[in-house]
Structure formats: structure tokens, C-alpha cells
């Protein structure tokens, strides 16, 4: 089945830093969700952005598809931001559901 | 609105018993899928459904059974408990795979 890596595995950054966070898929994919798992484990939907690039708030991600790749960048990050970051993808084989990363564990100091 | 919703957040179970994970949506969705996650690990699917009557296995399916009566439910059952299964289970609902998904808050269940 199709492999999903995520880099850095885990990051601490001052509260007012930017970030990045990578996203590496082994295959082609017909969708790509990122999620914020907040600290009391809920699942937060951020973007659905199997191409190209979106922007809400502080937060915007960019898909190469063709580069199987996806980057989530956090500006201006805020305590709030601490938590793990998910990456899941679907391919289109094998069973009808997304396969995850392992995560990208943030933490915002103040 | 309600989205996906799961019943109970938490629960302990002896080895051996049996239990039954609630999951609803209220998007009319099609897709309906069970994950578990591991401390430090990404999400595993154990069980989806295209549709009412339809259930397939996903990766981590051993020691789980799943219904899909309605479109709107669809309950995950624990025959017989073991340590094993200790995790935390999310539902979540789609239109189909390539649309964007959508979780429940999550079951935390302690097996000893």
C-alpha cells in the first residue's frame, strides 16, 4: 500500500515563529487531508488538498502532486498551535480509506 | 450540527468482555469508516463501509466486527476483550474516498 512520511517528527518553536511541516507520499493520490490532533485528542480538519494550495488564517498548505509532496506552514504560531499534526492520504487501491503519517508532534512554548 | 458522533469517550473493559462502539453521522454520507490509534502512531483503519449493508476489512481488522444497518449508523463490536485493543478508536464519515473526511471525538478504551 501507499507509504506516508512526515518530517520533522517532533519540533518545539517560541510562541511567534513560523514553521513547516512536510508531508512525502510513495504514490499517486486522489486525496490529502491534514489534521491538527489538539492536546485532548480531538481531530481538527485543517485542509482537504489533494493539489494545489490553500489558505486559512495562519495556516496554508501546498500539494505538488506530481512531486508527491505536501507542506503545511504555520506563521505567527501561538500556544495554541501545540499538538500533533497528521498528514493522511488516499490512493485509490487496496481499501477505501486514508492511510496516515505518523505525525508531526508541535509544541509552542511561551 | 453534529457531524460524527461516538458513544461512550471512555470506557474499561476486563479481558474478555464483550462491548459495542456507537458511531452516527447526520451528513447522509455513504463512506463510514473505524480507525484505532496506537500511543505515538498514526491512525489504522479497521473496518469501512460503502453503504448500508456493506462492509469491507482494512488493515488492523482481527478482533473486531462491524454492522451497517442505516446510513446512519455504524456500530464497531469487541467480541472478546484483550489487552491488545486497548487504544483509542475514531469514526469517521465521507460522500466516498476521494471527499474530504470527517471524525468523531473518539473512544478511549482501557482493557485490563
Known amino acids: 500500500g501507499i507509504q506516508v512520511e512526515q518530517s520533522p517528527p517532533d519540533l518545539i518553536l517560541q510562541e511567534g515563529a513560523n514553521s513547516t511541516l512536510r508531508c512525502n507520499f510513495s504514490?499517486?493520490?486522489?486525496?490529502l487531508q491534514w489534521f491538527h490532533q489538539n492536546p485532548w485528542g480531538q481531530l481538527i480538519n485543517l485542509f482537504y488538498?489533494?493539489?494545489g494550495t490553500k489558505q486559512n488564517g495562519r495556516l496554508s498548505a501546498t500539494t505538488v502532486a506530481t512531486e508527491r509532496y505536501s507542506l503545511l506552514y504555520i506563521s505567527s504560531s501561538q500556544t495554541t498551535d501545540s499538538g500533533v499534526y497528521f498528514c493522511?492520504?488516499?490512493?485509490?487501491?487496496?481499501?477505501?480509506?486514508?492511510?496516515f503519517g505518523k505525525g508531526t508532534h508541535l509544541i509552542i512554548q511561551p | 450540527n453534529a457531524g460524527v458522533t461516538q458513544t461512550p469517550k471512555f470506557r474499561i473493559l476486563k479481558i474478555g468482555q464483550s462491548m459495542t462502539l456507537q458511531c452516527t453521522q447526520d451528513?447522509?454520507?455513504?463512506?463510514m469508516y473505524w480507525y484505532r490509534q496506537d500511543p505515538g502512531m498514526g491512525l489504522k483503519l479497521i473496518y469501512y463501509?460503502?453503504?448500508?449493508?456493506?462492509?469491507d476489512k482494512g488493515e488492523v481488522p482481527n478482533g473486531y466486527n462491524v454492522s451497517r444497518s442505516t446510513t446512519e449508523d455504524f456500530p464497531l463490536r469487541l467480541e472478546l476483550a484483550a489487552p491488545s485493543q486497548t487504544s483509542v478508536y475514531f469514526c469517521?464519515?465521507?460522500?466516498?474516498?476521494?471527499?474530504?473526511?470527517?471524525f468523531g471525538q473518539g473512544t478511549r478504551l482501557t482493557v485490563v
Open positions: 463501509s460503502v453503504g448500508a449493508g456493506i462492509t
Open positions: 451528513m447522509n454520507h455513504n463512506y
Open positions: 488538498i489533494p493539489s
Open positions: 493522511a492520504v488516499y490512493s485509490g487501491g487496496g481499501a477505501d480509506g486514508l492511510t
Open positions: 504514490d499517486s493520490v486522489n486525496n
Open positions: 469517521a464519515s465521507s460522500s466516498n474516498p476521494n471527499t474530504e473526511a470527517f
